[in-house]
């Protein structure tokens, strides 16, 4: 049976409204996450309508013969969907852009000069910024932090009609970098990573199990996420 033909007899027998219906709230699950990263004027229904386009896609191009979870692919498509609408937005203020290049170029200073990761003190000095002021940045960087591949410049292709056949060998090599960064991360910041992003817990249920404020986890993701792009963009220029 030709691709073609098997796609249609899958269209005709699989329930595909259903898959749309039984997952609505995974896409106010995803909204709400992301929502807590982002500025307080920002709409989490405005999120939630976005990520049910993603979900209708989602529903429509899944594949069951390619043996992934429907919730595992939908989710990848939701969240890439308000991810995409946010960078159309440009929310995030020129200002905080200069301020996020600073601190990532610091940070990638310091850790060359250094050979180790860089702790605040140290990155603060580089900045020229006293320790309380580094961490009301961080706060302030905080609204900012959605980390994904597509979010720096470094890892955007221009668009063309020609898929690359080393497409997905570029994006297999980023994605084994990716991990290995999170890895070298210090302790804590490896943590935090870990139960925002794998785990899905928010601020406030991370600073409890790490018996911290939520002020001081908002900090930590922060510089955990300027940390990355740091090492990343120096990846992608040594490369």
Known sequence: MSNSAQKLEIDEYFPR???FQDNISLVKII???ISVRLPPNQSVD???QVGMIGLLEASRSYDPTLGAAFKSYASIRIRGSILDELRKQSWM???LQKKSRELS???HGVENKLGRSASDREIAEEMDMSLDDYEV????LAGCTVFSL???DNFNEPETNEKSPFKNIQDAAIKEKLAEVIG???EQEKLVVSLYYDKELNLREIGEVLDVSESRVCQVHSQAVNRMRARMREWTIND
């Open 31 to 33: 909204a709400h996450h």
């Open 184 to 186: 070298s991360l210090p």
């Open 150 to 152: 597509d979010d720096d």
């Open 137 to 140: 940045m961080l706060e302030s």
């Open 93 to 95: 203020p020129r200002s």
């Open 46 to 48: 405005d999120l939630i």
């Open 105 to 107: 170029q610091a940070i």
């Open 17 to 19: 409204e259903a898959l």
